[in-house]
């Protein structure tokens, strides 16, 4: 490094002796001119360019490889499955419950319509009875069969 900053000023005196008539800002300008120069040519011999693009493209590549990015570790993502899966058969096991609950309270309300259709059954023959009974006692004017009839 030593070596460069003595070049890098040697190089500036040199440029000041050549171009004497240009200003400081115009000589600054062609010192970092050769310095830029010189650079370029030192990473051409030593394949600088090269390296850093396979360092570059090694980069790259395990960026885009997860397994190996410290982002993914096989056991919190399993860790994290394991929970969504245990979640997930707690809320199917309660809409299952729901499920069988709606379905007794169905058969139950099915089990009393039947009952109260056959109670109605039995209520419709009655009234039949009724009707019948009238009819016999219109057509006959008996008053002991209306009678009876208004007991019932």
Do not use: P, Y
């Amino acid at each position: 490094m030593g070596q460069g900053s003595s070049s890098s000023s040697s190089s500036s005196l040199e440029i000041s002796k050549a171009f004497g008539r240009f200003t400081n800002a115009e000589q600054e300008a062609l010192h970092r001119l050769f310095i830029q120069d010189e650079f370029e040519s030192i990473c051409l011999e030593t394949q600088a360019g090269t390296i850093l693009d396979t360092v570059d493209q090694l980069v790259e590549e395990q960026s885009l490889d997860s397994l190996c990015s410290d982002k993914t570790d096989v056991g919190d993502v399993w860790q994290n499955v394991s929970t969504v899966k245990k979640n997930e058969i707690q809320h199917l096991t309660g809409v299952l419950q729901m499920a069988e609950e709606h379905k007794r309270v169905m058969r139950v309300r099915v089990e009393r319509l039947k009952k109260e259709l056959q109670e109605f059954s039995g209520t419709a023959d009655v009234i039949e009875k009724i009707k019948t009974g009238i009819l016999d006692c219109n057509g006959t004017s008996n008053n002991s069969k209306l009678h009876d009839l208004q007991l019932l």
